[in-house]
Structure formats: structure tokens, C-alpha cells
């Protein structure tokens, strides 16, 4: 496996040498592998990819590998060959397709930078995921996908995820650095802590400050009864003249009603805010078919 690896990063580090790849100064690159897209393909996917890229910002790597690695590899062969390319923490996305026909194949999108906001992997907002089973629609029969398919609805799924615009209150917690970051005003901040509070720890802070209200508004209450209260029991109809005195029937409209109370969640936002996941910088996530 270590053999494998060390073979795969030396191929990578040699991908702008490689006639199978086809690049643009404008952040797009296919790495064709084993030439499954005709020259006339290429140039659609290439012309359409670019156009994202010049609108987003956002760097596009695409590897269409014909050999099959485990499921490890090919994610540290997406991140080296999006960071050979464009550099580390620069904004983007690269596009790992297993082409190997082998029994579950696994693919991979790994994002970088702004790209992991766009395209998120938290457990409550997981873009990444609905991403990849768009793009595998037409990857089957395998042994017989339809590549030029998938990376035209890869190109649909950046521009759709794009368009609905970074997660309200989404940030990333990264194990290797042990940071956080958030987006603001389209820049990316990095902390130590949490950016964004939990809903749970608002609830429970509103609610115990509610609680300490209501305990000293009925001590409150408590003692001015006592200081006030009389000392014999005096009826109200003493001072009522029952020949005067005319009642009207009133209803109250809430007795008989059931209130319903229903929580609605304001973190929400444009899909949520939550957790998302980063390694030493990259995101992504992967998917076996």
C-alpha cells in the first residue's frame, strides 16, 4: 500500500507534464487518465467548467483515475493533486472518479478553502454527499459510465450549491490544526473557540434567566401581601348595592381553545448552520457505488 502511494504522489507531482491533462490559467484542470473523453468533450466540459470558475472564484481540479486505490489514497491523492495545482488553502474543489470498473468504486470530492463552505459536509447541511450521488447518475453500468454526463452535472451541482450561497452561521472545526473557522463578509476567519454559540446553550441561558425572574417576582409578590395584608376579612358585598348593581355575561374566548406552541428554528438560515469537518485544510467527502 505504502508502495502504491508513494507511486501515486510521484505521478501526481508530475501531472503538468502529462499529455492527458488538459489545464487553463483560469483555475481548471481534467486529469484524463485513460482517455475517456474525446477531444470534443473535453473542450465542452473544460468550456463549461470554466465559465463557473471565472464567475466563483473557485479553483476546479478533476482526476478520472483508471486504477483503483483504497478508499484513503484516493482521498489523500485528491487534496495533493488540488494543492500541486493550486496551492494549499487557496479556494476550490477537485473531483475524484474511480474509472477502474472494479467492484465499488469510490469517488471523492475534496474541497479547499472557500470551497468547503459552498459545499458543505456537516451532518445537518451535507452538500458534498447530494453532490456526488448527482454525479454518479451517470457513472453506471460501471465499466460503461457516461464521463462527459457526470461532469456536466458536476458542473450543474457547483453553479446550484453556489447560487443558494454559504450556509447561515456554518463553520468548520479542522482536527489537524485545531481551529475554527467562519466566513465573514466573504472572508474566512479562524478562531480557537466555537464562533457560533449552540442553540441549546441560548435555550438553556434564556430559560434559567426567565426562571430567576419569575422566583423573584413572586417573592416580590409574597412580601407585599404580607406588609399589606388585613387583619380581619372584610366581603366585598358591603359595598355593592344590589339594587343597582347589573351583570353582563362575557365569554372568554381562550378558555375553551387549545394553544399549540411550535419551535421554530431560526439556525436554519440558508440550510442550517452545524459543524462541518476539515483535515489539514481540506473537506469533502466520499461516496462508494
Known amino acids: 500500500m505504502k508502495k502504491c502511494f508513494i507511486m501515486l504522489l510521484s505521478m501526481l507531482c508530475m501531472l503538468c507534464m502529462i499529455p492527458g491533462l488538459t489545464a487553463s490559467a483560469a483555475g481548471v484542470v481534467i486529469y484524463d487518465e485513460g482517455n475517456r473523453l474525446a477531444e470534443k468533450e473535453k473542450a465542452e466540459c473544460m468550456k463549461e467548467l470554466q465559465a463557473f470558475a471565472n464567475e466563483s472564484n473557485l479553483n476546479?481540479?478533476?482526476?478520472?483515475?483508471?486504477?483503483?486505490?483504497?478508499?484513503?489514497?484516493?482521498?489523500k491523492a485528491a487534496a495533493e493533486t488540488y494543492?500541486?495545482?493550486?496551492?494549499?488553502?487557496?479556494?476550490?474543489?477537485?473531483?475524484?472518479?474511480?474509472?477502474?470498473?472494479?467492484?465499488?468504486?469510490?469517488?471523492?470530492?475534496?474541497?479547499?478553502?472557500?470551497?468547503?463552505?459552498?459545499?458543505?459536509?456537516?451532518?445537518?447541511?451535507?452538500?458534498?454527499?447530494?453532490?456526488?450521488h448527482n454525479v454518479e447518475r451517470y457513472l453506471y453500468p460501471i465499466g460503461n459510465e457516461?464521463?462527459?454526463?457526470?461532469?456536466?452535472?458536476?458542473?450543474?451541482?457547483?453553479?446550484?450549491?453556489?447560487?443558494?450561497?454559504?450556509?447561515?452561521r456554518y463553520y468548520i472545526y479542522d482536527d489537524v490544526y485545531h481551529e475554527y473557522y467562519h466566513v465573514e463578509n466573504g472572508v474566512i476567519i479562524t478562531t480557537t473557540t466555537k464562533p457560533y454559540k449552540d442553540m441549546l446553550v441560548i435555550i438553556l441561558c434564556t430559560g434559567g434567566g426567565l426562571l430567576i425572574g419569575l422566583v423573584a417576582a413572586f417573592v416580590l409578590k409574597k412580601t407585599v401581601?404580607?406588609?399589606?395584608?388585613?387583619?380581619?376579612?372584610?366581603?366585598?358585598?358591603?359595598?355593592i348595592n344590589n339594587h343597582d348593581t347589573v351583570y353582563q355575561q362575557k365569554y372568554d374566548h381562550f378558555v375553551t381553545k387549545r394553544i399549540k406552541k411550535r419551535y421554530i428554528d431560526r439556525s436554519s438560515g440558508h440550510g442550517g448552520y452545524g459543524g462541518g469537518h476539515s483535515s489539514g485544510g481540506h473537506g469533502g467527502g466520499g461516496s462508494h457505488r
Open 83 to 132: 494543492d500541486l495545482q493550486y496551492g494549499k488553502k487557496t479556494d476550490g474543489v477537485c473531483l475524484y472518479i474511480d474509472l477502474s470498473a472494479q467492484q465499488h468504486p469510490y469517488d471523492y470530492l475534496d474541497t479547499s478553502g472557500l470551497g468547503q463552505f459552498y459545499y458543505t459536509n456537516a451532518k445537518s447541511n451535507d452538500r458534498v454527499t447530494s453532490i456526488l
Open 225 to 239: 401581601q404580607h406588609d399589606y395584608q388585613l387583619h380581619s376579612d372584610i366581603s366585598p358585598t358591603n359595598y
Open 60 to 75: 476546479i481540479a478533476v482526476i478520472l483515475s483508471i486504477y483503483q486505490y483504497s478508499d484513503g489514497v484516493i482521498e
Open 146 to 168: 457516461n464521463t462527459a454526463g457526470a461532469l456536466h452535472e458536476f458542473a450543474n451541482q457547483l453553479q446550484y450549491y453556489y447560487n443558494k450561497g454559504i450556509p447561515e
